[in-house]
């Protein structure tokens, strides 16, 4: 069964504006991680953001911020002041400490966000 | 502090053949998983390995292998490769030995084309 779910396929914004990436997520573990990445055309998974299912704040990291809502189990990704250069595809995943999950990810299907100037 | 490097980053092989990916992780870093993306079923796990074991191993055929060697880079291996075996792969490399509390970095990725 699935465990993430990206329901946005592609999404629009303008430049210098905000946007959310939804991202709900299914597990019976109570201590999990979600990741958020983003990959550009090369191909690369860049690393931006990590919530811990026991973190009591939203992480942040400058210009991505997580809104992690524990009891709907979603972890949307918000980016602030959207530039050209956040045009890429977005993927939330998660990582389970349980069942032998150690270091392995379950991700989602992605988001292709396109930033129009 | 250098990133997570895959080599080649990009092979073309014939069915039949076989190939031998690569991939070092962050200095300092004991855990790498591998991770095969495709367009039509995403990014699935194939397998990880940590202190040169494999913890963990995805719903791949037993053509697909891998190791981890004492200073912690890792290979893959895919034997009698198939048409269906091109894709992205992805390798990440982690700090944590257990638990759910760190990072996972990955490099720029090995695309195979099989003709």
């Known amino acids: ?117 | 502090k250098a990133g997570v490097t895959q080599t080649p980053r990009y092979l073309i092989k014939t069915r039949g053949q076989q190939v031998t990916l690569s991939c070092s992780p962050i200095s300092g870093h004991r855990s790498v998983s591998w991770y095969q993306q495709t367009p039509g079923q995403g990014l699935q796990f194939l397998f990880e390995y940590f202190s040169e074991t494999q913890r963990n191993k995805g719903n791949f055929p037993g053509r697909f292998s891998g190791r981890q060697f004492s200073n912690s880079r890792s290979e893959m291996n895919v034997s009698t490769l198939e048409l269906g075996d091109s894709a992205l792969y992805l390798c990440a490399s982690s700090l944590a030995k257990t638990g759910s509390n760190t990072e996972a970095f990955f490099g720029q990725g090995t695309r195979l084309t099989v003709v």
């Open chain 1, 1 to 117: 069964a699935q465990k993430i779910t990206q329901t946005q396929p592609g999404m629009f914004v303008q430049e210098k504006e905000a946007v959310t990436l939804d991202c709900t997520y299914d597990t019976s573990d109570p201590s999990y991680g979600l990741f958020w990445y983003k990959q550009p055309s090369s191909g690369e998974m860049i690393f931006l953001i990590y919530q811990g299912s026991y973190d009591q704040q939203n992480a942040t990291e400058g210009r991505y911020s997580l809104n992690f809502q524990k009891a709907r189990k979603s972890a949307n990704l918000v980016i602030s002041a959207s530039q050209l250069g956040d045009s890429a595809m977005y993927f939330c995943a998660m990582r389970e400490a349980v069942s032998g999950g150690y270091n392995k990810l379950i991700f989602g299907a992605g988001t292709r966000l396109a930033v129009h100037p």
